[in-house]
């Protein structure tokens, strides 16, 4: 077998030692070929590479979700062929790492090898499906690239969260669950639109839902992690269905206490829910529209503003190794 790892040097919770002696693990038990990243979208350059290639077998990433994301997106730059292209695996050196964590995976990048090397072994593959956003026709978002997610995307309130931890770490601060926390505090408080939301989802068919301020797109449950906590937003969602939405109305102070606490308390049997939640399962394809400019998240991901999101769950998109 050939395999390319495609490493991030900056994954939070490896260290050069560590990478080295999983190199190493990785290489006695196959022909590998590792490629350190250099920048920005260079793991989706590498993805592509190995996707156009009759040589590589299994692409690895290790790195955290934004790595994996960039591969992904590079396997799958011409269309999803999962019999014709390299599987996926990872080694999860993130600090949360949700995908790897969803498919079952060790957070802890030492095991996570071993099973690795065991599920190759044993044959263990899943084919699974995924997310991919694209411009809405007829909007000034119509051109924008299509792009795939694995677990989870989201318009308005969690993506400017996003973003504002994005600019943290830029500056050089750890990402840390507390700081996630205190920027949840600062966009909540930061937004415009609490009680009145601006975005509307649209299903083919259907009367649209509108004034929503929070929208999350989930490919699989759990959606986050808080710390060891899974945070269950949509608790059917799964890589074997479509795409399932949580969208919330509103963001007064009560029904953040409300909400959050659900959130905080989730479980596979109990989601959040009220007056001011609405959840959708299994879905095809929807739009969210905003009245205004808004954050849009992938993966954890900051993706600049948008007022015009079409999302397709894709089924059966990609092999991966668990």
Do not use: C
Not at 71 to 99: C, D, I, Q, Y
């Amino acid at each position: 077998m050939r395999a390319l790892l495609v490493v991030n040097p900056a994954a939070t919770t490896t260290s050069a030692r560590t990478r080295d002696v999983l190199i190493h693990a990785l290489a006695s038990e196959m022909k590998l070929e590792a490629v350190t990243t250099e920048y920005r979208g260079h793991a989706r350059d590498l993805g592509r590479q190995a996707a156009e290639s009759d040589e590589i077998d299994l692409v690895v990433a290790l790195g955290g979700d934004g790595t994996v994301n960039e591969v992904v997106n590079g396997l799958l730059h011409a269309g999803p062929a999962p019999e014709h292209l390299p599987r996926l695996a990872m080694v999860p050196g993130g600090s949360t790492n949700v995908f790897a964590r969803a498919l079952g995976l060790p957070n802890h990048p030492v095991e996570a090898t071993g099973a690795l090397l065991d599920a190759l072994r044993e044959g263990g593959e899943r084919t699974i499906g995924l997310g991919l956003t694209s411009g809405t026709p007829g909007t000034e978002d119509e051109g924008v690239p299509s792009r795939w997610f694995t677990f989870n995307a989201g318009l308005g309130f969690d993506a400017g969260v996003v973003g504002r931890v994005e600019q943290h770490r830029e500056r050089g601060k750890r990402s840390t669950h507390a700081l996630y926390v205190r920027q949840v505090m600062r966009q909540l408080f930061g937004e415009p639109n609490r009680r009145h939301g601006t975005i509307t989802l649209e299903r083919p068919g259907e009367e649209p839902v509108t004034d929503l301020v929070l929208s999350i797109v989930s490919n699989t449950s759990p959606w986050t992690f808080l710390g060891n906590r899974p945070i269950y937003a949509s608790p059917k969602a799964s890589f074997d269905t479509g795409l399932d939405v949580l969208g919330l109305s509103r963001l007064s102070t009560a029904a953040v206490a409300r909400y959050g606490t659900q959130l905080l308390t989730s479980s596979p049997e109990r989601a959040p829910h009220g007056r001011h939640a609405v959840s959708w399962h299994d879905l095809t394809e929807f739009t969210l529209h905003s009245k205004a400019p808004l954050p849009l998240q992938m993966d954890g991901d900051h993706l600049g503003l948008r007022t015009s999101v079409t999302f397709t769950g894709v089924r059966r998109a990609l092999r991966v190794i668990v």
